[in-house]
């Protein structure tokens, strides 16, 4: 018996290691492709800027080179692939993930119906988290709202950095990937062919997103796999023929001579060498296609070691070469021995077109949480793989990033200007995740502040040195992160506050409860057949849009549902946690509240399945009886503590036309003369087998059956917000003018984007701030 037990667990790590090798080979293409074409521009962009020289001495390029190895160690290796990558929220990675996380753990935040803690929300968190343990920096971070708004500010910045990453890397991998033309063509006839071919490929990369990734994806790890083994084998081929003791400049001490010889030229350069490390976020950030194991192993396995051949063979190559024309001529290209320039150039081609591809699907993705977590305005989401997680199109984000990409590569033609300005963007997002991680370590890891302050300082140090070299690069391209960062932190930023000036108005503007119920069962206004499904931000309380509604058309549906859709600071909500149902007042006046919990990272159905998913819930919450403990006999508009989670839905059919034997088990009458268009669509719910209900459970659930039968509206409010008289000049113009446009431009909700327009009802208001 032991001896079967033994096999089977040696099996099962064996299969365990092998999925983990299948993912570390699939992660190839996905996630490294972006730091996989570093070398392409890494010492190009260190030389080009005419702050350093390449001496007779090397003194520069050994410094260079030994600059290089050591941040790709710290930087990449240790930072994110031993630290970073352990701070998964639920398996996901990026900036919003380490804020969500570090948000639930302090029970703090700032986003509407996000941060605000409510009794359900806080027993999902605390069975993915725990409960967490007193600490003071906990305690200011709850206390204390400057903090919090800092907190948030800093996150948006990292995202809005990261939109400005999806602009500018395609930009500078493709053009120069696309730059060893400049070796392979005579007479400077690649001044006429760079931009046109750079351009055209760009075009075609963001105009096929449509399409997905999973056409082609198959073909990512392949290509990305094959540059590694060229950047790699030309690289050992360089140090054997050109400088076998190149291995020597990778001392620290080359990087001290460096900075002596080199001073306040060799700070500036250090612009151009930090892009050894782009693509180190993305690493994070895809955390939720792969595993972390996976992550690791194909970075240290391959990506590593293949990186350092690299630009050690590059290194060694222009250590025995120094009659370049131009420092700008330094490059990969030139490294890369004459007879194989073309397939060289070719396979470069393709894995800059892969990383770029990488960049631009996390880019849509990170804005997919930011829409999620009401940071953003809301757009169209496509999911373009009905298996992949994680697979999205987002048309309008789309072409605005094809638009500032073409207008990036064309207004700068050069790959120095287009470096510095994705220099800074990197270096930015970089700090940033190491400030949440500081927090991460004491909050969620829980342990001695002493340790979140050394990685603080040790990183934080390291990287605002590149920071400061970066940012003095302002006149030389650097200014276009800032400026595309500012524009998208103002729009995230001014719909942020938007949405919390509206969300504070629906509170303070809502109906109590003890009013409708004052009316009667009938409401006081006449009740028709169908299902009203009104949607509403609040958890509690009546919606100000339905007394503006029935006090102007004092008419409505016979079963009348409020609907919250809520984001939660999870990356998923499970489904058998994502319907909470209960009922306001007596059974008799058919009213219902239905919060449904999606997470930052889930997808939302569509239509037809949200509404079959609706109903069964609201049937299985009157069979189950919960609502005879879940009602507001009192009034009492205490939202959470009456709402049950429906785990799963009662199951129902719904056929068009006639339904002929109909099971004992299903409730519906077969014969009845008022239900007119009831023979276009039956609907019977099944009950489970000896289920044993009363007549008043039968009868509200036959009433159900037979609204369903009639149809579903969908009432939405449309509010038109403006500042207060008296409001100050800047809140005029963030509310009147630019969140205004951003309403009027944006897209619904999610789940009402293909509902039918006949069954759509918009009631406006104005909303004063």
């Known amino acids: 018996m032991d001896a079967e037990s ?25 996630v490294y492709g972006e730091v996989a074409t570093s070398p392409l521009y890494v010492y190009k962009s260190a030389f080009a800027g005419g702050d350093i020289d390449h001496s007779e001495g090397n003194e520069e390029i050994y410094g260079v080179l030994s600059l290089v190895f050591w941040t790709l160690t710290l930087v990449t290796l240790l930072k994110y692939v031993l630290v970073v990558l352990r701070a998964a929220d639920d398996g996901e990675g990026g900036t919003f993930a380490l804020y969500s996380l570090i948000c639930r753990r302090v029970r703090a935040g700032l986003l509407p ?32 709202r400057e903090l919090q708004w800092l907190l948030l500010l800093f996150a948006l910045l990292g995202t809005s950095m990261v939109i400005g990453d999806g602009v500018l890397t395609p930009a500078v991998s493709v053009f120069s990937a696309v730059s060893g033309l400049k070796l392979s063509m005579v007479n400077e006839q690649h001044q006429y062919v760079l931009l046109p071919v750079t351009c055209v490929i760009l075009v075609g990369l963001f105009a096929l997103q449509h399409f997905g990734t999973h056409r082609v994806g198959f073909l990512f790890a392949p290509i990305v796999c094959l540059w590694f083994l060229c950047i790699s084998t030309i690289g050992v081929y360089n140090i054997i023929v050109w400088n076998p003791h190149i291995y020597k400049a990778l001392s620290p001490y080359y990087m001290y001579s460096f900075i002596q ?67 700008h001529h330094i490059g990969f290209y030139i490294s890369v021995p004459e007879k194989i320039r073309w397939p060289v150039l070719g396979i470069a081609i393709l894995a800059a077109v892969v990383g770029s591809q990488a960049v631009i699907t996390g880019t849509f993705s990170v804005i997919k949480q930011c829409c999620s977590l009401n940071c953003f305005p809301r757009v169209k989401i496509v999911h373009t793989s009905s298996t992949v997680h994680g697979q999205i199109y987002i048309p309008e984000i789309n072409w605005i ?27 930015t997002v970089m700090i940033v995740t190491t400030c949440f991680m500081s927090l991460v370590i004491v909050l969620c890891w829980n342990k001695n502040v002493v340790f979140a302050l050394a ?7 390291i990287e605002a040195v590149y920071f400061s070299a970066s940012l003095v690069k302002f006149h030389e391209g650097a200014w276009v992160p800032i400026i595309l960062s500012f524009t998208f932190l103002t729009v995230m930023c001014v719909w942020h506050y938007g949405t919390t000036k509206k969300y504070e108005f629906d509170v303070d503007n809502k109906v109590s409860i003890s009013w409708l119920l004052n009316l009667g069962p009938s409401l006081g206004i006449v009740r028709v057949r169908g299902i009203g499904l009104i949607h509403t931000e609040l958890v509690s309380g009546i919606p100000a849009i339905f007394s503006h509604f029935v006090t102007n058309l004092p008419a409505f549906h016979q079963v009348l549902v409020f609907l919250c859709i809520k984001s939660v600071s999870v990356p998923h909500v499970q489904p058998e946690e994502r319907f909470l149902v209960g009922r306001i007042g007596l059974k008799q006046y058919r009213l219902y509240r239905v919060v449904v919990r999606y997470g930052y990272r889930d997808v939302q159905q569509d239509s037809l399945e949200f509404e079959k998913a609706l109903v069964s819930s609201i049937a299985e919450f009157i069979r189950s009886g919960d609502s005879d403990k879940n009602g507001y006999p009192d009034g009492s508009e205490s939202p959470y503590e009456r709402l049950s989670i429906i785990s799963k839905g009662l199951p129902f059919q719904e056929a068009d036309g006639e339904v002929e034997g109909s099971p004992e088990s299903s409730v519906r009458k077969d014969t009845n003369p008022n239900l007119v268009s009831s023979k276009l669509r039956r609907v019977r719910f099944v009950l489970p087998e000896n289920a044993q209900i009363n007549s008043e459970v039968r009868n509200e659930l036959q009433e ?66």
């Open 6 to 30: 033994g096999r089977g667990a040696a099996s099962a790590r064996k299969k365990s290691w092998r999925s983990e090798l299948v993912l570390a080979y699939q992660s190839l293409g996905v």
């Open 113 to 144: 119906g996000v941060g605000d803690s409510s009794a359900a929300d806080d027993d999902l968190k605390e069975q993915r988290d725990g409960a967490p343990p007193a600490s003071t920096v906990r305690a200011a971070l709850q206390q204390r």
């Open 261 to 327: 010889k080199t001073q306040v030229g060799g700070w500036m350069s250090l612009g151009g060498i930090l892009l050894c490390v782009t693509g180190s976020e993305a690493m994070y950030a895809d955390l939720g296609h792969f595993s972390q194991s996976s992550i690791k192993i194909a970075f240290t396995m391959v990506v590593y070691p293949s990186l350092v051949l690299a630009y050690m063979g590059q290194a060694a190559y222009i250590s025995q070469h120094h009659n370049f024309e131009r420092n």
């Open 401 to 427: 990033l094809m638009i500032l990409c073409l207008a990036v590569t064309i207004g700068f033609r050069n790959t120095k200007q287009m470096a510095n300005a994705q220099g800074l963007a990197v270096i």
């Open 455 to 461: 990685f603080l300082l040790f990183f934080g140090a």
């Open 704 to 769: 159900l059956t037979e609204a369903r039968e009639a149809g579903m509206s969908f009432i939405m409010g449309r509010s038109y917000m403006k500042a207060k008289s008296g409001s100050s000049l800047m809140k005029r113009i963030a509310i009147n003018f630019i969140y205004e446009f951003l309403m009027r431009n944006s897209r619904g909700p999610a789940y009402a984007a293909n509902v039918p327009h006949v069954s759509t009802l918009e009631v406006g208001m104005v909303c004063q701030v």
